[in-house]
Structure formats: C-alpha cells, structure tokens
C-alpha cells in the first residue's frame, strides 16, 4: 500500500528544537520531489519546504529560513524536517507530502506540533 | 511568498454551479502552469482535485474542473451535491522551487 506516516511531533517550549520523520512505503521513494506544509489550528494551508529526489535541492518558505532544514534519506525511504528556534506560531499540524505534476498528490495524516511554554 | 487570495466564503443550493477565484501575481499563478486545487472536509486530509491547472487525478469528479485567466485562477464545482460542503484550497508554484496555497474558502451548501 502506498503511504506516508509522520512521526515526531508533540510539546516544545519556544526556542526548542524538535525533528519530524515521514515514513514512505509502496512507491520508489528515491524517484520523488516531497513536501512539507502545515495547519495551524482552525487555519489555513501553509507550503512549509520541498526536497528533490537525490536531496540535491532544498526550498523554504521565507517564514521558515535559517530555522528548518528538509532532508531525506533514501535508504531507509524516510523524510525528515529538523526544526529549530521553534515560535509560537509554528504550532500547527504538519504533513508530509508526495508531489506529482507539481502538485501535493499524496498526503500523510499529520503529526501536531505544539511549541509553548 | 504572500498567500494567494482566495474568497472565505461561498455558498450555493444543490445542482447549482459555483466558481471559487484564486487570485495570485505573476510570480506565482500568473507566470506558471503548475495551480492545483485541493478538497478538505473538517478533521480530514486534504485531497488533491485539480493538478496543471486543469487535470483530473484519476477518480475525481468530472464536476469539478479548472481554469486559468491571467493572475487568477479558478475552481468550478457543478451539480452542487452536499458532500461537496468542505474547505478548499488552490496552490501555485511560486518560482526557485517553492509553492504558495491559498488563503481557503468554505463551501456551504443551502
């Protein structure tokens, strides 16, 4: 069965660190570029970063530069996203996604992560 | 990277046919092809609906269908059913590799 589960999120105090991981099983892995995007609660969506196949390529969204970093490795068919100096407002639902045609094809069920003190 | 600019709300009766804009700039909606379109029902995982601004993924809907006229683009919901009552969201490619959603609109049907 092709799928995307999340792990890792949870509590963390502002300034905090915290690595979410996104297991991929039923597809060739290494052949795909792959997102993240949040929702904060009652929120909208939110394009979060993009990694390309051979993790060559790494995008941000400018709310989170120089604090996330996208990485994968394709071995153990696995995406994660490092998350540091985490605030407040990075509280949110986050998804690990499977891009087709430029688009969020493939959606796994989310982790929460929720920074306060 | 600002939100593309989408209606909070729109409403329609079962049958009828509503249009959801999804205004960005040329950065972004205007200078790609690359707008999708997704379905989200409360507490669920957001489902794609439309990819390359008019692609159906297989098992979609035929009565949901895309567009694109310049900065804008759009989602058309026909035959209005009450499943359709939902949150939806458009999403761009946005140059150097990244994306941009919507800011979401809720579907209510009468």
């Known amino acids: 069965e092709v799928q995307l589960v999340e792990s890792g999120g949870g509590l963390v105090q502002p300034g905090g660190s915290l690595r979410l991981s996104c297991a991929a099983s039923g597809f060739i892995f290494s052949t795909y570029w792959m997102h993240w995007v949040r929702q904060g609660p009652g929120k909208g969506l939110v394009w979060v970063s993009r990694?390309?196949?051979?993790?060559?390529?790494?995008a941000y969204a400018d709310s989170v530069k120089g604090r996330f970093t996208i990485a994968r490795d394709n071995a153990k068919n696995t995406l994660y996203l490092q998350m540091d100096s985490l605030r407040a407002e990075d509280t949110a639902v986050y998804y690990c996604?499977?891009?087709?045609?430029?688009?969020?094809?493939?959606w796994g069920q989310g982790t929460l992560v929720t920074v306060s003190s | 990277q600002s939100a593309l600019t989408q209606p909070a709300s729109v409403s329609g009766s079962p049958g009828q046919s509503i249009t959801i804009s999804c205004t960005g700039t040329s950065s972004d909606v205007g200078g790609y092809s690359h707008v999708s379109w997704y379905q989200q029902h409360p507490g669920k995982v957001p489902k794609l609906l439309i990819y390359?601004?008019?692609q159906r993924p297989s098992g979609v809907s035929y009565r949901f269908s895309g567009s694109k006229s310049g900065n804008t683009a759009s989602l058309t919901i026909s035959g209005l059913q009450a499943e359709d009552e939902a949150d939806y969201y458009c999403?761009?490619?946005?140059?150097?590799?990244?994306?941009?959603f919507g800011t979401g609109t809720k579907v209510t049907v009468l």
């Open positions: 390359e601004g008019n």
């Open positions: 990694i390309n196949g051979d993790g060559s390529i790494q």
């Open positions: 999403c761009s490619y946005a140059g150097s590799h990244t994306f941009v």
């Open positions: 996604v499977r891009e087709y045609d430029s688009s969020c094809a493939l």
